[in-house]
């Protein structure tokens, strides 16, 4: 697939649920490692609603507990 291919991620939410989604597939973030909300925007530059819409779906896809 080139990168043509890749859809474009739209809201903010969506990108940064694929940045949390790849760091948890590249172990980056090992199980269970303790996030927070606050070290998570810091970390990505956010602010805390899109990454609580993020969190949201990385639990759905049950990639993280909360």
């Given at each position: 697939m080139q990168d043509s291919d890749v859809p474009e991620v739209r809201t903010l939410a969506e990108r940064v649920f694929?940045?949390?989604?790849?760091?948890?597939v590249r172990g980056e973030l090992a199980p269970g490692t303790k996030i927070t909300e606050p070290g998570l925007a810091a970390t990505y530059g956010i602010s805390r609603g899109p990454l609580r819409e993020a969190?949201?779906?990385?639990?759905t896809h049950r990639l993280i507990e909360r």
């Open positions: 694929n940045q949390l989604q790849d760091a948890i969190m949201r779906r990385l639990e």
